[in-house]
């Protein structure tokens, strides 16, 4: 049902080429797209990694990236549980997605949920 709503054609989406910034884990970045792939591919290779477990540091971890996060919040491990089935992982330092930040203010009381757990530890 999706890939009829977000494409014309349905899941031709899926053979949509896609340019690659971040071909390899290391990369500096291919910003001239030399690099080409189908979206397809693209998912079945994020599908692959995952269930035998990623783990890295975020590019540009520091505060540049998040002010309100500490060292170890940069810093991804994350795995498939085969029991269940989820996708598992992350830290108490890292706030997941910016969803899970509770509302970053620069005024006085409103901190990340890291933040705060942080604190109570």
Known sequence: ???????????DILQE??????????????????IIQSLAEIIQEA??????????????AGSGLDRDMTPPGFNVDVYVDWTTG???GGNQYNCGTW????GEFDGEII???????QEAL
Do not use: C, W
């Open 1 to 11: 049902d999706y890939s009829n709503m977000a494409s014309p054609n349905g899941t």
């Open 111 to 117: 901190q990340s949920l890291a933040e705060i757990i």
């Open 86 to 88: 989820f996708v598992r």
């Open 99 to 102: 969803m899970d930040k509770v």
């Open 17 to 34: 080429p896609v340019r690659r910034l971040f071909p390899s884990d290391d990369s500096e970045g291919e910003f001239d797209g030399e």
């Open 47 to 60: 599908l692959e990694r995952h269930s035998v477990g990623i783990s890295f540091t975020e590019r540009g």
